[in-house]
């Protein structure tokens, strides 16, 4: 059985996982841990929500421009959600700006989840790459990070298994 977004995790993990898939316990596995869905449904309110998140953390860093839900993401980019940084020569200025985009089927997910990916978008505003600094400010931003980083990966599994969660 291929687990696309576990690969990475070692054997006994996956077979785990396998075993909720089999046994088709990872729906009511992840309802329980994670009963209902989080209220940022538009570009507004995840706007919103990001900077309320950066504001707590990254004070000083960049501002962001824009922060919308995208529904290309997921199946172009294979990935849950983008940073871009674009610079512009406006007449003697540079001018910057910082977006983030959201696959759009996280707008109706488990808060934790969506504040995972912008916990990660937010920490490109600082680090470009994915290295130990990276992951050290993901985790102060957000202590349950790599948990939830793991439950968002076992929730893509169960939405390529079963379908629709939420």
């Known amino acids: 059985m291929q687990l696309k977004y576990l690969e990475h995790y070692n054997e006994t993990i996956r077979s785990q996982v396998i075993s909720l898939i089999k046994t088709e316990k990872l729906p009511a596995f992840l309802l329980q841990k994670y009963p209902g869905t989080h209220n940022y449904k538009t570009d507004k309110n995840l706007y919103d929500y990001t900077l309320e998140i950066k504001n707590s953390y990254l004070k000083k860093s960049q501002p962001i421009s824009k922060v919308i839900y995208d529904g ?14 674009a610079s512009r020569v406006q007449g003697a200025k540079l001018k910057s700006k910082n977006e ?3 696959a759009s089927m996280f707008k109706n997910s488990p808060e934790a989840f969506l504040r995972m990916i912008i916990v990660h978008e937010l920490a490109h505003l600082k680090e470009k790459e994915h290295n130990k600094a990276f992951y050290k400010l993901c985790e102060y931003m957000e202590p349950s990070y790599h948990q939830l980083e793991f439950d968002t990966r076992l929730y893509l599994t169960c939405i390529d298994h079963f379908g629709k969660l939420y």
């Open 100 to 102: 983030i985009r959201v």
């Open 72 to 85: 290309k993401i997921h199946v172009i980019n294979n990935a849950l959600g983008m940073h871009t940084f």
